[in-house]
């Protein structure tokens, strides 16, 4: 599967921040996931819309 699945993410999910940065468009997580080796945990938090909710989650990742 995809690194985005493995996240756990799903079509749109919107990611806030990745390794304790915010991300304000889509070339700053482009740009956060450069520096990120084979084997490192980095965290994340997003949220997912619903018809009149959102929900926020932070979970983590390895890379492998």
């Known amino acids: 599967g995809s690194v ?3 996240m756990g993410l799903k079509a749109g999910d919107v ?3 990745f390794d304790g940065k ?12 450069s520096t ?3 084997g490192d945990t980095k965290s ?3 949220s ?6 959102q929900a926020t989650q932070e979970s983590s990742v390895t890379f492998k």
């Open 4 to 6: 985005a699945q493995k």
């Open 15 to 17: 990611i806030e921040s």
């Open 22 to 33: 915010k991300l304000s468009k889509p070339e700053d997580l482009v740009s956060a996931m």
């Open 36 to 38: 990120v080796n084979w």
């Open 44 to 46: 994340f938090k997003f």
């Open 48 to 53: 997912r819309f619903g018809k009149n909710s």
